[in-house]
């Protein structure tokens, strides 16, 4: 099965960056849309951003818009989060999450392999 893993997260004063990174196995890295979630406490997870499976096309949350960028290296395996401009609101678990369902969007429910996620802490 898929198995994702998580790095990059951390500690960052509001208006830093971090690159969040997710390296996948166990599948064809290639055919799979990956997505990026996040969860804050108390809430549910909510959508972050997605990368389709070659042509990189990418949609991302207004929240994020602008300011978040979504990327992969199929060579590599690994999808990556490049987060700048980063605000106290961002404070979340990162999850990355990966489906080979066509058109997942938004939807969390609709990706079937997710990391243990990241934590991403940001102060104002």
């Known amino acids: 099965q898929v198995q994702l893993v998580e790095s990059g997260g951390g500690l960052v004063q509001a208006g830093g960056s971090l690159r969040l990174s997710c390296a996948a196995s166990g599948g064809t890295f290639s055919r799979l849309i990956m997505g990026w979630f996040r969860q804050a406490p108390g809430k549910e997870r909510e959508f972050v951003a997605t990368?389709?499976?070659?042509?990189?096309?990418?949609y991302y949350a207004n929240a994020v818009k602008g300011r978040f960028t979504i990327s992969r290296d199929n060579a590599k395996n690994t999808v990556y989060l490049q987060m700048n401009n980063l605000k106290p609101e961002d404070t979340a678990v990162y999850y990355c999450a990966a489906t080979m369902r066509i058109l997942p969007g938004t939807d969390h429910t609709r990706y079937d392999y997710w990391g243990q996620g990241t934590q991403v802490t940001v102060s104002s």
């Open positions: 990368i389709s499976r070659t042509e990189s096309i990418t």
